[in-house]
């Protein structure tokens, strides 16, 4: 919390008007997703890393708790936001590859794990990840209120199951599972 106080200055992490709720609305909203990985899983990608939630926050409860996640990927093409990712992952000695890239030009990580938060609808998720994918990779993703119309719009086959946030009356978790491309 103090790093991303100290680098909001000089970096749009978060939304200026969500700092003074920052351990509710980002932190403990990305912890409880740790809670849900499955204990087989041991690639996590993080989509679109921006300030590090959810991805950073699992990997700090996975290091703390000896958990099951071998390797947490964040994909980030802002050089500033991937920067602070780096001192992040430095600083606080996480596990931790930072690829200042597009997602669409990463094309060497295959994930058990896809995390997202604020990127963009449940589709173009979905689209976004078709070379990290696998059949066994699960998605877990956080979501908004306009979460019904974004499931509507789905264009792919896929098993899904909504769940309420535990830090938000109008956030949601999606649960993603057999997707096919």
Known sequence: MALVLKWQKAVNLV???EISS??????????????????DKKVLVDLGSGGGFPAVVIAILNKV?????????LIESDNKKSV?????????????TILNQRI?????VKADVITSRALGQVDLLLNLSQSFYTKET?????KGQNIDEELSKISYTCKWKKQNSLTSDTGC?????????
């Open 15 to 17: 939304s200026n008007k």
């Open 22 to 39: 920052l351990w509710d609305r980002h932190i403990l909203d990305s912890a409880q997703l740790y809670f849900l990985i499955p204990n």
């Open 65 to 73: 708790l000896k958990g099951p996640l071998e390797k947490v990927v």
């Open 84 to 96: 602070f990712l780096q001192e992040v992952s430095r600083l606080l000695d996480l596990n931790l």
């Open 104 to 108: 669409e030009d990463v094309k060497s």
């Open 138 to 142: 699960v998605f877990l993703l956080l």
């Open 173 to 181: 978790i999606i649960t993603i599972t057999e997707v096919v491309y």
